[in-house]
């Protein structure tokens, strides 16, 4: 266990968490406006939403990775940071590779979106499209709220997908926890299966927690019909 | 969302329809706005010239490098759905066993390589070919995916098997314990098969999820897939993102016609009515299953 010490392992274990950090709250907002788009009275926004989580949801997230890198930054130039000293490469490919994962995680947080205002009942809508509320009004006020509380466990589910997908990074080399481990199993030989099992263990105590709190909030929040 | 229209708004009246018709007209200039930035980014790059199109018009691109790389990617998910689906059955009904000491250590096996990257099943499977096996470098990294790939996709495919199990009714087992059959004969003869066409949807989207996860390999082990053909294209021809847009459309094509698949599959496996229990739906597991289940 002596040489686990020569290598950094909070650090890339810190680089994961933070990827899956921004990249969960980038996915929750762009998921939530797509599933508002494919529910709207505006032909255009469906059939655009519809479009996009299809033709999203069956691309690899590693083709969208490397499209970031070698598309977006290598040959157009979008770099996405001003810094110019030199750890301005790794910014960079840190906020691609989240870009990529927004892109991706948005349509799996989209779908379970709309499958919760699925279950919010018709009455409510016709309830107040009653009192008068329009379409924006109805959606975020009345529907909205109630169809997070009921998706919590599915977007559970996504948010541990994306905690595991955060390793796809590596493929522009983002210094995170699966280049590490490709780094470790190379130079320690034998050592290998150490190396798995602890990163393995790593990451159940990553998604553990994580399935377990939100598991118990989908049953306290969900509304009981 | 075609046909009859949602709940959460009234077939439009006239100003509703004045409204729309801005709202479609306001978010049509907003896709148009951004459909030119691309435009013109990629313009101004000369990404969009006839050089970088025409090696995709030319035969030989399709013949010696996409098909062989889609057919590696085929290869790669066929192999691990045709594995993983005995062990994902194996260790399902051993989730099921009434003896803790099978129930226990399946479920923790099950759970612990779902909650591990694929990616990192993939490094780990390499590094073990490497060290204890004699596999040739050329195949190793199919080797290695495939491996990775049946080790997660085995511990997905378990909790659907159980999934279909436990959906059934349970007379269906009563019944067979009243004619006597045994525990064993009872799963294969009466539960199983059952089980198996209820799950056949949920299997073949699956099958997304696989053929997607082999780009993974291309990155890490330089398996030499449909994905990896970007390097060779891009280095030849120096048209990055062409390549990359038509290997995506690729796979999309590919994966949209697997759903279609499943799709049809589920609709006529409801028709026929040939399962006493619905279909499993792989999001339905998702929920009801512990953490570290995904659709993903």
Same mark, same amino acid.
């Given at each position: 266990?002596?040489?686990?010490?020569?290598?950094?392992?909070?650090? #890339?274990?810190?680089?994961?968490?933070?990827?899956?950090?921004?990249?969960?709250?980038? #996915?929750? =907002?762009?998921?939530? =406006?797509?599933? !508002?788009?494919?529910?709207?009275?505006?032909?255009?926004?469906?059939?655009?939403?519809?479009?996009?989580?299809?033709?999203?949801?069956?691309?690899?997230?590693?083709?969208?990775?490397?499209?970031?890198?070698?598309?977006?930054?290598?040959?157009?130039?979008?770099?996405?940071?001003?810094?110019?000293?030199?750890?301005?490469?790794?910014?960079?490919?840190?906020?691609?590779?989240?870009?990529?994962?927004?892109?991706?995680?948005?349509?799996? =947080?989209?779908?379970?979106?709309?499958?919760?205002?699925?279950?919010?009942?018709?009455?409510?809508?016709?309830?107040?499209?009653?009192?008068?509320?329009?379409?924006?009004?109805?959606?975020?006020?009345?529907?909205?709220?109630?169809?997070?509380?009921?998706? =919590?466990?599915?977007?559970?589910? *996504?948010?541990?997908?994306?905690?595991?997908?955060?390793?796809?990074?590596?493929?522009?080399?983002?210094?995170?926890?699966?280049?590490?481990?490709?780094?470790?199993?190379?130079?320690?030989?034998?050592? !290998?299966?150490?190396?798995?099992?602890?990163? #393995?263990? !790593?990451?159940?105590?990553?998604?553990?927690?994580?399935?377990? *709190?939100?598991?118990?909030?989908?049953?306290?929040?969900?509304?009981?019909? | 969302?075609?046909?009859?229209?949602?709940?959460?708004? /009234?077939?439009?009246?006239?100003?509703?329809?004045?409204?729309?018709?801005?709202?479609?007209?306001? +978010?049509?200039?907003?896709?148009?706005?951004? $459909?030119?930035? &691309?435009?013109?980014?990629?313009?101004?790059?000369?990404?969009?010239?006839?050089?970088?199109? @025409?090696?995709?018009? /030319?035969?030989?691109?399709? @013949?010696?490098?996409?098909?062989?790389?889609?057919?590696?990617?085929?290869?790669?998910?066929?192999?691990?759905?045709?594995?993983?689906?005995?062990?994902?059955?194996?260790?399902?009904?051993?989730?099921?066993?009434?003896?803790?000491?099978?129930?226990?250590?399946?479920?923790?096996?099950?759970?612990?390589?779902?909650?591990?990257?694929?990616?990192?099943?993939?490094? +780990?499977?390499?590094?073990?070919?490497?060290?204890?096996?004699?596999?040739?470098? /050329?195949?190793?990294?199919?080797?290695?995916?495939?491996?990775?790939?049946?080790?997660?996709?085995?511990?997905?495919?378990?909790?659907?098997?159980?999934?279909?199990?436990?959906?059934? %009714?349970?007379?269906?087992?009563? $019944?067979?314990?009243?004619?006597?059959?045994?525990?064993?004969?009872?799963?294969?003869?009466?539960?199983?098969?059952?089980?198996?066409?209820?799950?056949? %949807?949920?299997?073949?989207?699956?099958?997304? &999820?696989?053929?997607?996860? @082999? $780009?993974?390999?291309?990155?890490?082990?330089?398996?030499?897939?449909?994905?990896?053909?970007?390097?060779?294209?891009?280095?030849?021809?120096?048209?990055?993102?062409?390549?990359?847009?038509?290997?995506?459309?690729?796979?999309?094509?590919?994966?949209?016609?697997?759903?279609?698949?499943?799709?049809?599959?589920?609709?006529?496996?409801?028709?026929?009515?040939?399962?006493?229990?619905?279909?499993?739906? %792989?999001?339905?597991?998702?929920?009801?299953?512990? %953490?570290?289940? /995904?659709?993903?």
């Amino acid at each position: 266990m002596d040489f686990l010490s020569n290598y950094d392992l909070l650090g #890339a274990f810190w680089v994961t968490v933070q990827l899956t950090f921004w990249s969960a709250i980038g #996915a929750l =907002v762009w998921g939530i =406006v797509l599933a !508002g788009m494919r529910v709207s009275p505006v032909w255009l926004m469906r059939a655009f939403a519809t479009a996009y989580v299809t033709v999203v949801r069956n691309t690899p997230l590693t083709l969208l990775v490397v499209a970031a890198s070698l598309g977006l930054y290598q040959t157009l130039g979008v770099s996405l940071t001003t810094d110019t000293t030199t750890s301005a490469i790794d910014i960079t490919n840190f906020r691609l590779s989240v870009l990529a994962f927004i892109l991706y995680t948005g349509t799996f =947080v989209s779908e379970a979106v709309r499958s919760g205002i699925n279950t919010v009942p018709v009455g409510q809508a016709e309830a107040s499209r009653a009192l008068g509320l329009g379409f924006m009004q109805t959606l975020t006020i009345v529907v909205l709220p109630q169809a997070l509380r009921s998706v =919590v466990a599915p977007l559970a589910s *996504v948010l541990i997908a994306l905690t595991k997908n955060t390793t796809i990074a590596s493929a522009i080399g983002v210094a995170e926890a699966a280049v590490l481990m490709k780094t470790m199993i190379e130079n320690e030989g034998q050592a !290998g299966s150490l190396v798995f099992v602890v990163f #393995a263990i !790593g990451f159940v105590i990553l998604t553990l927690p994580v399935g377990l *709190v939100l598991g118990w909030l989908s049953q306290k929040v969900a509304v009981k019909r | 969302m075609s046909g009859a229209p949602s709940v959460l708004y /009234d077939a439009p009246g006239p100003k509703a329809k004045v409204r729309n018709t801005i709202y479609s007209v306001v +978010f049509l200039a907003v896709l148009a706005a951004v $459909a030119w930035y &691309v435009f013109t980014a990629l313009s101004d790059k000369g990404q969009l010239t006839a050089k970088m199109w @025409t090696p995709f018009t /030319d035969g030989s691109t399709w @013949t010696q490098y996409l098909i062989p790389g889609l057919g590696t990617t085929l290869m790669a998910a066929v192999l691990a759905i045709v594995i993983a689906l005995p062990v994902g059955a194996v260790f399902g009904i051993a989730r099921l066993s009434e003896h803790v000491w099978i129930r226990v250590p399946a479920g923790v096996l099950v759970e612990l390589f779902r909650a591990i990257p694929v990616l990192m099943l993939m490094l +780990f499977s390499n590094f073990f070919y490497v060290w204890y096996t004699d596999i040739d470098s /050329d195949i190793r990294p199919l080797f290695a995916v495939v491996t990775g790939l049946v080790l997660y996709n085995g511990s997905v495919l378990a909790e659907v098997f159980r999934a279909g199990i436990a959906s059934l %009714p349970k007379g269906q087992s009563e $019944a067979s314990y009243a004619l006597g059959l045994r525990k064993t004969q009872t799963m294969l003869t009466i539960l199983l098969p059952q089980a198996v066409t209820v799950m056949l %949807p949920a299997i073949v989207s699956q099958l997304v &999820v696989i053929v997607k996860d @082999t $780009a993974i390999g291309s990155t890490i082990l330089s398996f030499a897939d449909l994905l990896s053909n970007y390097r060779i294209l891009s280095a030849n021809y120096g048209n990055t993102i062409p390549t990359l847009i038509v290997i995506g459309l690729i796979y999309v094509v590919v994966n949209w016609v697997v759903t279609r698949l499943a799709a049809l599959l589920e609709q006529r496996m409801s028709r026929r009515g040939r399962s006493s229990a619905p279909p499993v739906n %792989p999001s339905a597991v998702t929920v009801t299953a512990l %953490p570290g289940a /995904d659709p993903l």
